[in-house]
């Protein structure tokens, strides 16, 4: 049952020798990245202490940071990064493992390699050894660049752990939704879902912690969520290392379920059956087939930002009281919001509408990576061989992306403002909606992005279109944390979207935006119609 | 009448490859035109430069009177494209799948459409991750057939389709043939080529190796004789043409030149023959042939 299991490590190995490599860098860098802004911008206890002070009575702060462990150099590269590096660690694992599982279901190769002398569950073992083992090596290296800056051991090994327990508990949850579902897309929304909720649910018992002189302690919500046990074990802060045993249980479980899982139902095969469908179309034109590849995706992310816009809103009236002139609260708040000034709640929506627009913009970006998919190995040549032009299709796609992005941003801004206003706030829906869509064009920016890569360079559109999200927000949302110099802050649209409603709507960077988007889209689809197709 | 497709010098490199080193093909406007050759000779690649999908490096492509490449949208409306390797989104049904295809092609014949998904007994109510290759291949047959366009594209179209199935195939290229459409296929099934095509071209490593039609092939080559007569025939293997000759005792085997075929046959009237059978090369020993292998001798 379990033969040929090394080889397929092996083989994922050879798979994976650039992606994992990438993920580990990226998480180092940021890591190195945190300490040295932590350094440069608090040097002292006294000023650590004032910041955390003002961020621990901001339950916004507290729903994206995480409670505040101590004023130490490392306790504040904690409450600066590791809630970030855990939903980076989670996603490294949860992608592995769709990869090595339900992706070589979905195209055949599991069945090739399962007609060799390789066992039933050969391919679930090698996909979880992979994604452990690359857990494993990231927080190795996570611990060993927090030595490198001189942080104290045990709380850079707890903070290393974590985040390799987190990745590895994620690579259990992302092995049974390998199980439950036929599609390789739909095992990776699932457990990448997860991993949101997990952040949110944690999110939630952080905001809702109880303010004590000595600092902010978790309430239970955070105590249900693996992403809130690896910031409970509280690296650099009297370390509880006993949480840590709670994801290797839950990795345990979920091993056991999914080979339970695995063990019974048929390869290529998930647990709800196929149902007959209709027998005639009702598709018309290439944005009907572009609107039904994608409808599920846009529902999924509007009915989130939904959820998470609601659950944001209903915060305003909280963060109106908290936020009495409290200098530390106002300053996080306000690089946030990319300075920003205006009132105190007016700037926690327009920082929250910031992190909607990267949303929104991500949606895009997997949306628009449909068409690579499409091309390479999928129906696209054959969509292409009929009389539908490649601009049009790109188009089609576009229009997609662009549509589902507004609808995600509207819902968001009409949720919050919603909440806002049934927990006694002012800001007003329509208010809220217009902060919503005012992110629209930065979206629209990293939309045009990609097609200009998949136009320009199919074969590396998928790194690139990612590799140009992460910058973005990398530059736009937290530059001023990293002390980029402007000059680098302004190459991300991020940094160009009105803060909507801390600051009137200007029409000026919108048009701009909306001109820069046109212009790579325009030019992506003009290297598209010249370039060979590259199955 | 004009040739529905004609390519000269066709080139086509990917990187340090050269997929097409100066193919040629010419295909009559309401003919069947076999496409032969071994897996990568480039098949693949010159269908997809006839579709604009590839844009060739040089020579002249052209396709129902126009360039594949440049006006690839408005010739595409007169042609049906069938993919050697189906692939479909997995969550439609193959019935949508099929209709999606006609819409974007820009129509359907629906009588036409049922007569064909009951002809080929397709279940157009699956999804299409759930179909075997030989019913995604039926998909897009159906979508292709039901048509009405003026040209056909197949890319070993039969590969995973059952005997029955083959039939069904062959009896709707002669049902589009007879309505004076053009079909260019593709194929590695030598009985499919033979029993279909009007004429045919073989190609090797990028390059037209021989084209005409089946005629006219095998009028370059062998015909095929086995002989029983009373006693030993002697004497063969002097004569000018004949090739693998084997003598077991009344039974004799030869192939020899269509040009020397009067002379042996003259000469086998001196024997006393009880049976003889002679067959034309088929087109497996043609294709054998030009590939340096010898056909089961």
Redesign the interface.
Known sequence: MTAGAWRLVRLALRRDRVRLPIWILVAMAVTAAGVAAVVDEFPDEASRAEALQGAATSPAVLLMRGVPVGTSLGAVVNFRNLASLLVLAALLSTFAVVRHTRQNEETGRAELVGAGSVGRYAGLIAALVVACGASLVLGLAITLTLLGSGLPAAGSLAFGTACALTGMAFAGIAAVSAQLFTGARAANACAAALVGVAYLVRGIGDALGEVTPDGVTTAWPSWLSPIGWGMLARPYGEERWWVLVLPVLLLAACVAGAFALAGRRDLGGGLIPDRPGPATGSLHGPLGLAWRLNRGLVYGWVIGAAVAGAGIGSLGATVRDAMTANAGAVKVINQLAGGAGGQLVDVFFAAMMNVFGVLAASFAVQALLRLRAEEAGGPGEAVLATAVGRSRWVAAHLACAAGGAAAVLLAAGVAMGLADAAAGGEEGVLTMAGAGLAQLPAALTLAGFVVLVFGALPRFAVALAWAGLVATIVWGMFGDMLGLPDAVRDLSPFSHVPAVPAVAATPGPILALVGVAAALAVGGMALFRHRDLAP | MNDAISVTGLIKTFGSTKALNGLTLSVRTGEVHGFLGPNGAGKTTTI?VL?G???ADSGTVSLLGGDPWRD???L??R?A?V?GD????????G???????G????GLDLARRAELVDRFQL?????C??YSKGNRQKV?LVAAFASDVELF?LDEPTSGLDPLMEAAFQQTVREVRGQGATVLLSSHIFAEVEALCDRVSIIREGATVESGTLAELRHLTRTSVAVEANGPITGLAGLPGVHDLVADGSRTRFDVDAAELPSVLRHLGKFEVRAMTSHPPTLEELFMRHYGQKAAS
């Open positions: 997809r579709l999908l590839l844009r690839a949208v408005r595409h409306r042609l494209y993919p189906v692939n479909l989104w997995p969550n439609l049904t019935g949508e799948a099929i209709d999606l295809f819409d974007l092609r820009g279940d157009p109510t699956k999804r991750r759930t897009a594209v």
